[in-house]
């Protein structure tokens, strides 16, 4: 998921790179095409994966994955390897978008954490997908405005007057409603009518009256200016407008132990991918964990998704891998997402 903010001068810039692979005259060149979020590639890793395989990797991006779906549906052709969150994975692998994996090119498939594969239950043995990374939508408390310990660490810290007028909440309605739903003792995949109605009210009648708006993006930069003392969001967001050296003393961000929404970035090879072989190759390479502690390094994640990198992290991660692992995918869930279209809706717009 593939937020902007920090140590972007490490990481490929995609924009502008070709309008479409196929539009590529040079067929019988060595390239891989790879289509992936924005500022989520190390421009390290690129580095060392032409190196290696005596190629060119060019890289194109996409900011939602609605984008890159579309985008894909519309016609576009001539890319090798995308990387979608797990319920467009769920959706993909329905339509058959996706070729499967040589799996004896997967040489570092032992590296990927068995506990997020326990979660990735739409294809737990990596046929059409491997995991790149988890994220953590979570709560960031600003500690020059409100001293620790003098607030719950739960999702009910949204109720707290001391708040008021200076909180915001996502824009963005599987995160907002899940964790109401995680507050209540609720699946944030909950298919229940009267349970994500209660998830609605809880926010509209608890949640909404402390904050200042609904924001996905922006609040990172209010936050770092002190005007926003409280924070749901990805970490990124806030950690990449603040300076480093004030992350201890500025910044608390916690996911609270009940868990809450997660999604799972994962590498998969589309079905008419020219360069099936590279693409084999490149997914396996991410998985060496000498490369994969890079990754981690340049967005700062904590080690979840490839253990064995961790020995090789030189930089402090933005939050514990611990904290992570009580959070639930947000799955696909097709025709019941109107259910909760139908209260965000009640959420959002109400008086």
Not at 31 to 57: G, H, M
Not at 83 to 112: A, G, H, Y
């Amino acid at each position: 998921m593939k937020h902007t903010g920090i140590l972007l001068g490490a990481i490929v810039l995609a924009a502008g790179l070709f309008c479409f692979p196929s539009c590529s005259k040079q067929k019988n060149e060595k390239i891989l095409y790879l289509y992936n979020w924005t500022y989520y590639t190390p421009d390290s890793v690129i580095r060392a994966f032409e190196q290696e395989f005596k190629c060119t990797v060019k890289l194109d991006s996409y900011s939602t994955n609605e984008e890159m779906y579309a985008k894909l549906r519309a016609g576009a052709k001539g890319y090798d390897i995308v990387v979608p969150s797990n319920d467009f994975v769920s959706i993909m692998i329905k339509q058959n978008m996706l070729r499967e994996l040589d799996q004896k090119k997967l040489t570092n498939r032992d590296k990927i954490n068995p506990i997020i594969l326990e979660k990735a239950t739409y294809d737990p043995d990596m046929k059409y997908a491997v995991p790149y990374a988890l994220s953590v939508c979570g709560i960031s408390v600003n500690k020059t405005k409100v001293p620790e310990g003098s607030y719950e660490r739960t999702w009910n810290i949204f109720t707290d007057p001391q708040f008021k007028g200076h909180a915001t909440l996502m824009d963005d309605m599987r995160d907002v409603m899940g964790d109401a739903l995680t507050q209540l003792g609720y699946s944030v995949n909950s298919t229940d009518k009267t349970e994500i109605k209660a998830a609605a009210d809880l926010i509209l009648n608890k949640w909404k009256p402390n904050i200042v708006k609904f924001d996905a993006e922006g609040f990172g930069k209010s936050f770092a200016a002190g005007d926003f003392w409280l924070c749901q969001g990805y970490p990124e967001i806030v950690f990449g407008e603040v300076p480093e050296e004030k992350w201890d003393s500025t910044i608390d961000f916690f996911i609270p132990e009940a868990g809450g929404p997660s999604c799972l970035d994962s590498m998969c090879i589309l079905k008419d991918a020219p360069h099936y072989e590279l693409a084999n190759e490149f997914i396996n390479f991410i998985h060496n964990p000498q490369m994969y502690a890079k990754f981690l390094d340049a967005f700062r994640y904590p080690c979840c998704v490839n253990l064995e990198a961790q020995q090789y992290v030189t930089k402090k991660p933005m939050y514990d891998a611990d904290q992570a692992y009580s959070c639930t995918l947000k799955l696909d869930l097709g025709d019941d997402l109107d259910k909760y279209h139908e209260q965000w809706q009640r959420v959002r717009f109400a008086e």
